[in-house]
């Protein structure tokens, strides 16, 4: 069965540096997504992509981060200068598109996750 | 806004016991509505659906009845397991009849542990 997959499982930087954490999305899927869950909160959304561009993001995904699909299968997510509050568990999903029944529904797979600790 | 309001955690069963774990939710448009577990230590799974009003998802034996009049969909499993004991999200996604995306909003997510 087709799966997300995402590296690295863990991630430990230093305060002030970059990290990239990539995602491999599902292949005949159109739509990508980034989310995050801080220790013991709720999931969060930070960005949507289609098309090779940003279609939403959320007040979180400010100018400190940024996404790319380089290569038509890597779907990246770039945080530029890491903050301790980015701490974070970071999910990458992917959907295609279609109808249940009818009308119209959004089912994204997400990926296992990116544990980012930010020291 | 949209939003998703689900009952607070922890809960805590004995084996064979019935569950629910509600859920509430505010949203303009179509939403589908969406429960997703989280097993510990992994990431999230999608556990049932529904995309329509009066819908019934179901999976695993759960069950879940997207009701528009009360704007909830109550999760629900008549014999719960050890292996339950998870983390349970609540989600909505908006999606226009043009098909157009829409990002997944989430409740805060009940804890449910299952003792033997």
């Known amino acids: 069965e087709p799966e997300v997959t995402q590296t690295p499982s863990h991630q430990v930087t230093q305060m002030g540096q970059e990290v990239i954490l990539r995602c491999v999305p599902i292949s005949n899927h159109l739509y990508f997504y980034w989310y995050r869950q801080i220790l013991g909160q709720k999931v969060e959304f930070l960005v949507s992509?289609?098309?090779?561009?940003?279609?939403?993001k959320s007040e979180i995904f400010d100018d400190q981060f940024s996404v790319e699909r380089p290569d038509g299968s890597n779907f990246t997510l770039k945080i530029r200068s890491t903050k301790l509050e980015d701490s974070a568990m970071y999910f990458c999903?992917?959907?295609?598109?279609?109808?249940?029944?009818?009308?119209?529904?959004?089912?994204?797979?997400f990926g296992p996750g990116t544990r980012l600790t930010v020291l | 806004g949209n939003s998703v309001t689900q009952m607070e955690g922890p809960v805590t069963l004995s084996e064979e016991a019935f569950l629910t774990i509600n859920c509430t939710y505010t949203a303009t448009g179509y939403p589908s509505l969406f429960w997703y577990v989280q097993y510990p230590g992994e990431g999230l799974q999608l556990l049932l659906k529904?995309?329509?009003?009066?819908d019934k998802g179901s999976n695993k034996g759960f069950e879940a009845t997207y009701r528009k009049e009360t704007t909830s969909f109550h999760l629900e499993k008549g014999s719960v397991q050890v292996s339950d004991s998870a983390v349970y999200f609540c989600a909505l996604s908006e999606v226009s009849m043009e098909g157009s995306q829409g990002n997944l909003i989430f409740g805060k997510g009940t804890k449910l542990s299952v003792k033997p």
């Open positions: 992509f289609y098309n090779n561009e940003i279609s939403e």
């Open positions: 999903a992917s959907s295609g598109f279609g109808t249940s029944g009818g009308a119209p529904y959004n089912e994204q797979f």
């Open positions: 529904a995309t329509k009003a009066d």
